[in-house]
C-alpha cells in the first residue's frame, strides 16, 4: 500500500514556541490530505483539509491562524502549531488521499508535548 | 453533522471467542463506511464498505453494512492476543466536489485475554 511519513515523530516544546510537522507521501502524489488530532483515549478529530495550491479548508472550531497548512507540493504539507499552548499538547495525524475512490493512507503520528 | 457512535465502548474476551463490534452512522450524504485498527500509533485500514449486504473479508475479520439501517458490524472469529486494539468505525461523506475527511467514532478498545 501508499506510504506515508511524518515528522518529528515526537516533539516537547516549551509554551508560546511554535512547532512544524511535516507530512509526506513517499511514493505518490497526494493532492489532498488531511490532518487529524486525537486526545487520550479519544477518537481522531479532523482538523483541516488541505489540498495542493490552494489554501487549507478548517473544520468549525479550529483556529486557522493557529494551525497554519501549507500544501506547497504533491507530496508535502505542514502543519504548523504557533504558541503551542499545554492544551495543544496531543497526537496529530495526517492522511494522504492518492485518489478520489481510494481509501485515505495515514502517517504514523506526531506526539507533541507542550510544557 | 455527521456521526458515528460505536458500542460496545470496551470489550474484554478470552482468546479463542469470536466477537462482534457495532457501529452506527448518521451522514448527510454517504460515500463510504471504513473499519480501522489502531494499536499505539496512527490507524491501519481494514476494510472499506460502500454497498448494503456484501460481506468484506479478509483472514478472521469480516464486515458488512446496512445502509438502511445506517450500521456496520466487525466481526473477529477465534480472536488472537495480537488482535487487542481499538477499533476504529469512520464514515467518509461524498462532497461532489472536492475530498472529504473522515469523521470518526470513538472506538472499540479490545482486549484478548489468553
Known amino acids: ?115 | 453533522e455527521d456521526k458515528v457512535v460505536q458500542s460496545p465502548l470496551s470489550l474484554v474476551v478470552h482468546e479463542g471467542d469470536t466477537v462482534t463490534l457495532n457501529c452506527s452512522y448518521e451522514v448527510t450524504n454517504f460515500r463510504s463506511l471504513l473499519w480501522y485498527k489502531q494499536e499505539k500509533k496512527a490507524p491501519t485500514f481494514l476494510f472499506m464498505l460502500t454497498s448494503s449486504g456484501i460481506e468484506k473479508k479478509s483472514g478472521r475479520l469480516s464486515s458488512i453494512l446496512d445502509k438502511k439501517e445506517l450500521f456496520s458490524i466487525l466481526n473477529i472469529t477465534a480472536t488472537q492476543t495480537g488482535d487487542s486494539a481499538v477499533y476504529l468505525c469512520a464514515v467518509e461523506p461524498y462532497s461532489g466536489g472536492g475530498a472529504d475527511g473522515l469523521t470518526f467514532g470513538k472506538g472499540t478498545h479490545l482486549i484478548i485475554q489468553p
Open chain 1, 1 to 115: 500500500g501508499a506510504v506515508v511519513s511524518q515528522h518529528p515523530s515526537r516533539v516537547i516544546c516549551k509554551s508560546g514556541t511554535s512547532v512544524k510537522i511535516e507530512c509526506r507521501s513517499l511514493d505518490f502524489q497526494a493532492t489532498t490530505m488531511f490532518w487529524y488530532r486525537q486526545f487520550p483515549k479519544q477518537s481522531l478529530m479532523l482538523m483541516a483539509t488541505s489540498n495542493e495550491g490552494s489554501k487549507a479548508t478548517y473544520e468549525q472550531g479550529v483556529e486557522k491562524d493557529k494551525f497554519l497548512i501549507n500544501h506547497a507540493s504533491l507530496t508535502l504539507s505542514t502543519l504548523t502549531v504557533t504558541s503551542a499552548h499545554p492544551e495543544d499538547s496531543s497526537f496529530y495525524i495526517c492522511s494522504a488521499l492518492l485518489d478520489r475512490g481510494e481509501t485515505q493512507y495515514f502517517g504514523p503520528g506526531t506526539r507533541l508535548l507542550v510544557l
